[in-house]
């Protein structure tokens, strides 16, 4: 799980090294995932409603004896701080943990266009 202290450093990262302001509006992307491609095509329908944009379903190879594994990739263009991301970030585990998905797995962050 992601911590509050990790976004706390994810922050202060931004604020020091990234290319756009921290405090406005920016595209947050985030990861779903689950062996069984059928769980996350089930799930965009209600993270449509969401107002999260469906970026795709990607396919990752398997590392040795690991599965394969399919990954649910949404965007939505948000203004966060550490309590808004760090409380959405608990929202998506719980999303995932009612929709029966091996897991969240995380976002990534970008400027908004």
Known sequence: MITKEEMV??????????????????????????????????VQAPLKAMGYQIVGIYDSKPDGDAPALWWLHIEKVEKHTVDTLHA????????AEQHGLESYDGMDVGPAA
Not at 88 to 95: A, G, H, L, M, S
């Open 9 to 42: 450093e994810l922050f202060a990262d931004m604020k020091q090294n990234a290319p756009w302001d921290s405090n406005k509006p920016l595209l947050w992307g985030y990861f779903f995932a689950d062996p069984d491609k059928a769980k996350l095509e089930a």
């Open 88 to 95: 959405r970030n608990q929202q998506f585990y719980q999303f």
